[in-house]
């Protein structure tokens, strides 16, 4: 069956990071998504449009070279029959192409026209180079994070880039189009890694304003401070992720390690999480990880075990729902989230630069000799 986006056209300047990640989500709902490669161009990064280019599945491919008029007229041709367009330049790169949002829209006023920067289409640092440690680190998360007695850890690049830069993008597609469905005009989608990056802090922003969150690192509830909100080391090297925040879960924990629920309370002083964590760690040592993981295996105690990238595609409960799958032999994440009507597709690996140039012409109502020497 087709996926909830199947009949949407969106066209994808080729790019790094969030915006191919926004359009692979459109994809594997079911739209159709057209990726435009510089043609010539070498990839910056050497798995690019290859089999292992995860982010660049399920989409066909054109090559272009944008600064050719004749190439321009056929990029401006095939916008005026999309209904969404992604890029992930720095401000002002699309309107020297003359492809910025203005004659665009004036060509075709239904147009969603999605921009997805580090730090925004305005402001001070819009011209900026960044990446994802630079957009997390303006927004006050990122000093949130790690133990206290060190610098802010460097996290895997899952928060700025994916989270608040290319799902967000791909939230701001969907809400941008079903308003042109209803109204016939579109618009342009501003997405600012810096800003997807705060949004996804909302809670805690409440949390500060409520005096519920201090400034200092690691001496709250869910920055490692809590004794019962953690990660904790195991006598073979791995790892637990223990989290029975809720006190029903926390006195599960304590029944289960056989401890005292008179020192291990979850009311305890914020002032005595590190005597206690320290007790905790002791105990954990002492045994492997799938020790534990067996001993609180069933029970609701928020015990489970920390899992590496092959353990995480081969537990059971990832192959019980189909959470990885494999395409052209590269083990990747299932499309998600999951729709009971229309389920989500991975329609093909990634696309070799210009592999469908004809065909996509073809299939728009355009001159396929458009694209002849």
Same mark, same amino acid.
């Given at each position: ?21 926004? #359009? ?7 739209? =159709? ?39 321009? @007229? ?12 992604? =890029? ?33 289409? @305005? ?25 206290? &007695? ?19 993008? #791909? ?13 016939? @005009? ?15 802090? #909302? ?19 869910? &920055? ?21 925040? =809720?006190?029903?879960?926390? /006195? ?22 590190? /005597? ?12 492997? /990880? ?30 019980? /729902? ?29 696309? #070799? ?21």
């Amino acid at each position: 069956m087709p996926g909830p986006l199947s009949g949407l056209r969106i066209v994808e300047m080729v790019g790094l990071g969030p915006a191919p990640f926004a #359009a692979m989500m459109l994809a594997d709902a079911g739209a =159709e998504v057209i990726r435009v490669h510089q043609r010539g161009q070498r990839p910056e990064i050497p798995l690019m449009n290859t089999r292992f280019d995860v982010l660049a599945r399920g989409r066909r491919s054109i090559a272009l070279d944008l600064k050719a008029e004749r190439d321009l @007229e056929v990029m401006r041709d095939l916008l005026a029959r999309a209904d969404g367009l992604i =890029e992930g330049f720095r401000p002002g790169v699309m309107e020297r192409l003359g492809l910025g949002p203005e004659p665009c829209l004036a060509a075709n006023p239904r147009l969603v026209y999605g921009r997805m920067t580090g730090w925004g289409q @305005e402001g001070p640092l819009k011209d900026a180079a960044g990446h994802d440690l630079n957009y997390l680190g303006a927004t006050g998360a990122l000093a949130a994070m790690g133990p206290a &007695d060190a610098p802010p850890p460097v996290p895997l690049n899952l928060i700025a880039d994916f989270g608040g830069g290319g799902m967000l993008m #791909a939230f701001g597609m969907v809400a941008a189009l079903l308003g042109a469905k209803t109204t016939g @005009e579109g618009q342009v989608v501003d997405a600012a890694m810096t800003d997807g990056a705060a949004l996804l802090a #909302a809670m805690f922003w409440g949390f500060r304003a409520g005096g519920l969150w201090g400034a200092a690192r690691q001496a709250n509830l869910l &920055d490692g401070g809590a004794y019962f909100y953690g990660t904790y080391a195991c006598a073979d090297g791995k790892f637990l992720a223990v989290a029975p925040v =809720e006190g029903k879960f926390h /006195r599960i924990l304590i029944d289960t390690l056989e401890l005292d629920p008179a020192e291990f309370t979850h009311a305890a002083e914020p002032a005595a999480w590190g /005597r206690l964590r320290a007790r905790l760690a002791a105990i954990f040592l002492t045994e492997p /990880r799938d020790h534990w993981a067996r001993l609180f295996a069933g029970t609701d105690a928020c015990v489970s075990p920390i899992l590496d990238w092959d353990e995480a595609a081969a537990d059971p409960h990832a192959r019980a /729902r189909g959470a990885f799958v494999s395409v052209d032999g590269v083990v990747q994440p299932a499309p998600a989230p999951r729709f009971s009507a229309t389920p989500s597709a991975i329609a093909s690996g990634p696309a #070799a630069p210009g592999a469908h140039g004809r065909e996509i012409l073809a299939g728009w109502g355009l001159d396929p000799a458009r694209l002849d020497p």
